[in-house]
């Protein structure tokens, strides 16, 4: 059974399209066209990316065991402003691509999130910024700028809105090919 996949990953460039075939990939760039082995195949690593206000990215990266990758993500881009979410199309291109891979090589590793040594200091950063606003805008108080501490409180949300989902959804963890992680996933 043949399953595609073509997407934009930037707004200024061209597609790339994904032929899943058997034991085989076919990566389509337009200048460029690779055969994957899914046997070399060393690690699946699914993340979630922050994208604009209202649009979420999922990315799915693949190593190969000689360390040269490729990658797709659930957003194609049709120009600098306008991103459409591909939504049924990489839920199923992703399930099938981890399967084919399971079954071509059953050592392949299968992730979810980013690697420990970039999510701890992430998360740490993240923390020490909220601990901080939480201090300005207790300050800010205590001075009776209540104007400045409103501000504060304003950053604070939106910091908390756009980083939380960044460090909760992106915690190292290992997934099974057969059970993908469903909230790095677009919903269907």
């Given at each position: 059974?043949?399953?595609?996949?073509?997407?934009?990953?930037?707004?200024?460039?061209?597609p790339i399209s994904f032929i899943l075939k058997g034991d085989r990939l076919t990566v389509d760039?337009?200048?460029?066209?690779h055969e994957v082995q899914l046997g070399a195949v060393s690690t699946v690593r699914m993340t979630f990316e922050p994208g604009?206000?209202?649009?979420k990215s999922f990315r799915t990266k693949v190593t190969m065991k000689d360390g040269k990758s490729f990658t797709f993500n659930s957003l194609n881009w049709k120009s600098l402003v306008e991103a459409q979410e591909l939504t049924q199309e990489y839920r199923g291109f992703t399930q099938a691509l981890c399967e084919a891979i399971a079954r071509a090589n059953p050592q392949a590793r299968f992730v979810a999130g980013k690697p420990m040594g970039l999510w701890l200091p992430t998360s740490a950063l993240a923390i020490a910024s909220l601990l901080a606003m939480a201090y300005l805008i207790w300050q800010a108080m205590r001075m009776g700028?209540?104007?400045?501490?409103?501000?504060?409180?304003?950053?604070?949300?939106?910091?908390v809105w756009q980083i939380e989902p960044m460090i909760r959804l992106n915690k190292p963890r290992p997934f099974r090919a057969g059970e993908l992680p469903a909230e790095l996933l677009p919903r269907s």
């Amino acid at each position: 059974m043949t399953q595609t996949y073509t997407h934009s990953p930037k707004p200024f460039g061209g597609p790339i399209s994904f032929i899943l075939k058997g034991d085989r990939l076919t990566v389509d760039s337009g200048r460029k066209v690779h055969e994957v082995q899914l046997g070399a195949v060393s690690t699946v690593r699914m993340t979630f990316e922050p994208g604009r206000l209202a649009q979420k990215s999922f990315r799915t990266k693949v190593t190969m065991k000689d360390g040269k990758s490729f990658t797709f993500n659930s957003l194609n881009w049709k120009s600098l402003v306008e991103a459409q979410e591909l939504t049924q199309e990489y839920r199923g291109f992703t399930q099938a691509l981890c399967e084919a891979i399971a079954r071509a090589n059953p050592q392949a590793r299968f992730v979810a999130g980013k690697p420990m040594g970039l999510w701890l200091p992430t998360s740490a950063l993240a923390i020490a910024s909220l601990l901080a606003m939480a201090y300005l805008i207790w300050q800010a108080m205590r001075m009776g700028a209540t104007g400045v501490a409103l501000l504060g409180a304003l950053f604070a949300v939106v910091g908390v809105w756009q980083i939380e989902p960044m460090i909760r959804l992106n915690k190292p963890r290992p997934f099974r090919a057969g059970e993908l992680p469903a909230e790095l996933l677009p919903r269907s």
